[in-house]
């Protein structure tokens, strides 16, 4: 299926410091990205849709000052966790939209590894 | 609406089978299923559209009710390998975003 990554895999930061987490698709083009956290034995809880060139669109109950979602090209979306707390400390997760996925012909959304978020 | 899961967990043998199903309140366009394991991101397994198609992935296949807003995913002969906790997520139109069930977590023992 369609590759789509995500840096960094893991960090470790300090209560009040930002962390920026980037979701690039690799072999196709996205204009639509998906954030996600989980929680340890959760579903995926969406938190915002990320629309090229323009607005996010964040679900309810989501900060959009505190978690910043920048999609800049095609290709890359990234979402920047700004002010970071212990509470913030999660499993954050992007998704691309591919609205015609070779492999399945059909719109398919294709999930990055993930990034393992702690803050002390 | 957060479609249901069931069952929530399910342990097999190696070769035996399963069945998962999903279940949506609301009319459903498209049902996507996929599989994550321990401290991964979930992998896409198969895409089922209303017509109430069925699809079939090695011994992986999956049907979709749409008068009854269901879908269920079959696994025959289960591997090692099928272990990991499998969602579905169901879209309401062609281009809507998912909406994740809670997931169920299947494990696979020799």
């Known amino acids: 299926g369609a590759v789509v990554s995500q840096h960094p895999s893991r960090v470790i930061c300090k209560s009040g410091t930002s962390v920026k987490i980037e979701c690039r698709s690799l072999d196709f083009q996205a204009t639509t990205m998906f954030w996600y956290r989980q929680f340890p034995k959760k579903s995926l809880m969406l938190m915002a849709t990320?629309?090229?060139?323009?607005?996010?669109?964040?679900e309810q109950g989501v900060e959009k000052d505190k978690f910043l979602i920048n999609h800049a090209s095609l290709t890359l979306s990234t979402l920047t966790v700004t002010s970071a707390h212990p509470e913030d400390s999660s499993f954050y997760i992007c998704?691309?939209?591919?609205?015609?996925?070779?492999?399945?012909?059909?719109?398919?959304?294709?999930f990055g590894p993930g990034t393992r978020l702690l803050v002390l | 609406q957060q479609p249901v899961q069931s069952p929530q967990a399910v342990i097999l043998r190696e070769g035996e089978d399963a069945v998962i199903n999903c279940s949506s309140s609301?009319?459903?366009?498209?049902v996507h299923w996929y599989r994550q394991k321990h401290g991964e991101a979930p992998v896409f397994l198969m895409i089922?559209?209303?017509?109430?198609e069925q699809k079939g992935h090695e011994k992986i296949s999956a049907s979709f009710n749409e008068k009854k807003q269901q879908s269920s995913l079959y696994l025959t002969a289960s591997q090692l390998s099928y272990s990991g906790t499998y969602f579905c997520?169901?879209?309401?139109?062609?281009?809507?975003?998912?909406?994740f069930g809670e997931g169920t977590q299947l494990t696979v023992n020799p």
């Open positions: 609301k009319a459903l366009y498209s």
């Open positions: 990320s629309n090229e060139g323009s607005k996010a669109t964040y």
């Open positions: 997520g169901t879209g309401e139109t062609s281009g809507s975003r998912l909406t």
């Open positions: 089922l559209l209303k017509g109430g």
């Open positions: 998704s691309a939209r591919d609205f015609f996925s070779i492999w399945t012909g059909q719109e398919t959304q294709y």
